[in-house]
């Protein structure tokens, strides 16, 4: 499962597949449904946001999605994989294959410039260290910080901060750029222009974008919404006012 190895997903081809998807954590004696029977089809090139009130079960499905969490009960293939079957390793393997991540919180490694932070995915990958540095400086040129190279995280803005994270995210080339609050610790100036790069990505490189939000304003530029509400799909399409 390497990015050399496996076949690329074809635009419209399904990417992510849950059929009746449930995720039960255990309190003490007390079960908690934190995703209960949700179905959805996401396909190559999309781009959604997932919505919903605190508690609605969001960052569950983000780890789910993400393959940093397994369904309890139901299925959830991504790529065609039945992440349920793999152990640790092959669940690493396909995350590394097919998917950037990006955090509310950026998670940048401090005193380490810009373009080693963003190299780092390559590193795992086994690419060799000129390369990873000319992979990383297309993805920085690639997100407007092609002029920021060599600077470390405590001399960048939030939105820079942000966007050196999309670029980490990018440059694995993965199918899938999966981000959890991605504007949620941005001023909405900086919010939009970020909101505003995720978009250029998923026209301009195809690759399928998938958004945990809170943030309206985010919400309203995807091309599908997904509501959840009490771990279940509440609204799935095109978003809408007041959503
Ligand atoms: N690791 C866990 N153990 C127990 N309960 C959890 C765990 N993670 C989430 N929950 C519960 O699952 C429900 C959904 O939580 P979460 O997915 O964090 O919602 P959201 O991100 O939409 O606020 C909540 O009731 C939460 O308390
Ligand atoms: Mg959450």
């Known amino acids: 499962m390497s990015a050399e190895d496996a076949d690329s997903i074809a635009i419209g081809e399904p990417l992510m597949e849950l059929t009746d998807l449930h995720r039960t954590f255990m309190m003490g004696d007390e079960e908690v449904r934190a995703l209960r029977g949700v179905n959805f089809t996401i396909t190559k090139g ?98 407007g910080l092609g002029h920021r190279l060599d600077h470390t995280p405590d001399r960048l803005s939030g939105g820079e901060r942000q966007r050196v994270a999309i670029a980490r995210a990018i440059v694995t080339k993965p199918e899938l750029l999966l981000c959890d609050e991605p504007t949620g610790n941005l001023d909405s100036r900086v919010g939009a222009e970020i909101t505003k790069l995720f978009e250029d990505l998923n026209s301009e490189l195809g690759v399928t974008v998938v958004i945990v939000t809170h943030d309206p304003n985010l919400a309203k530029r995807a091309k599908r919404n997904i509501k959840l509400v009490d771990g279940q799909v509440v609204y799935d399409g095109p978003p809408q006012e007041g959503r």
């Not at 993400?66 to 092959?90: K, N």
């Not at 373009?115 to 060799?128: C, E, F, I, K, S």
């Open 46 to 143: 999309e781009y959604v946001c997932i919505i919903g009130p605190s508690g609605s079960g969001k960052s569950t499905m983000m780890y789910v999605l993400g393959c940093l969490d397994t369904p309890s009960q139901g299925s959830y293939r991504l790529a065609g994989y039945e992440v349920a079957e793999l152990d640790d390793p092959e669940l690493a393997a396909l995350r590394n294959r097919y998917i950037g991540f990006v955090f509310q919180a950026f998670n940048l490694i401090p005193r380490t410039t810009t373009v080693d932070n963003v190299a780092l995915p390559l590193r795992y990958a086994g690419v060799g260290v000129r390369e990873r540095r000319k992979r990383a400086e297309e993805a920085l040129t690639r997100v």
